[in-house]
């Protein structure tokens, strides 16, 4: 499963803008579970629910725990996740849709590879611990095989949880030369303009070798241009 959705992340022909924004509004439904556990506000964590969203996008200020206290759980969610792509349209005007797009690759791909190879690292060690390499010992094998697929379940959800919490603050950074550097074109030029002396025109008549030189130097022809 890794291995077929990184492949699909490095085929630029796959839409990578509709699985964010699947894995942003599936985020944005299990918080708002985590902190709406009724429909009728009694137990309702209006602040913890307006904190855990600003981790993962900035809610305007009129949207505030009093504010969604007064709305039901539907339109908690709803106006959330309308939020939620409204910023992210907004994000990709900004950095225009090309950039974006880079940026949803490499967001994606970084936190796949690291989580990826937490995960192999820990089946790892459980592996060593339960005894793999013994395969009579049937028990620790069965415990190995289903925490292994607890496991790879709980890094789908890091996974799906972490996207959600990166893409909205991922800053492009415009890399300039320093001051006093030249680029290397400028570089190439210089040393192709550098490498030739300007000599003057002549008239077609051979100047010999002991004759002044006819650039104006006052040197004979053979210690100057002539040489």
Same mark, same amino acid.
């Given at each position: ?70 709305m039901s759980s539907k339109e908690i969610e709803e106006k959330l996740i309308e939020l939620a792509e409204a910023l992210y349209e907004q994000r990709e005007k900004e950095v225009?849709?090309?950039? /974006?797009? /880079? /940026? ?43 925490? &292994? ?30 001051? &006093?550097?030249?680029?290397? /074109?400028a570089q190439a030029a210089e040393r192709a303009g550098g490498s030739s002396k300007l000599r003057p025109k002549t008239s077609g008549k051979k100047t010999g070798r002991n ?14 241009? &002539?040489?």
């Amino acid at each position: 499963v890794i291995y077929n959705q990184r492949r699909k992340i490095l085929n630029k022909e796959t839409d990578l803008k509709e699985n964010i924004l699947t894995m942003i509004k599936e985020e944005i439904q299990r918080i708002v579970d985590a902190h709406i556990t009724d429909e009728h506000g009694i137990s309702w964590d209006t602040a913890g629910l307006v904190t855990e969203v600003n981790t993962v996008f900035p809610l305007p200020r009129e949207l505030d725990a009093e504010a969604l206290s007064r709305m039901s759980s539907k339109e908690i969610e709803e106006k959330l996740i309308e939020l939620a792509e409204a910023l992210y349209e907004q994000r990709e005007k900004e950095v225009g849709p090309d950039n /974006m797009r /880079m /940026m949803e690759r490499l967001v994606m791909l970084r936190i796949i590879d690291n989580l990826w190879v937490e995960h192999l690292t820990m089946m790892e060690h459980m592996r060593l611990e339960a005894g793999w390499q013994t395969l009579r010992q049937t028990r620790a094998v069965d415990a190995y095989k289903r925490e &292994g697929y607890k496991q790879f379940q709980v890094l789908l959800d890091t996974i799906q949880h972490d996207v959600a919490h990166t893409i909205y603050h991922v800053n492009l950074v415009k890399r300039e030369a320093p001051a &006093g550097t030249t680029t290397p /074109m400028a570089q190439a030029a210089e040393r192709a303009g550098g490498s030739s002396k300007l000599r003057p025109k002549t008239s077609g008549k051979k100047t010999g070798r002991n004759e002044p030189c006819p650039c104006g130097s006052g040197k004979k022809y053979k210690h100057c241009c &002539g040489r």
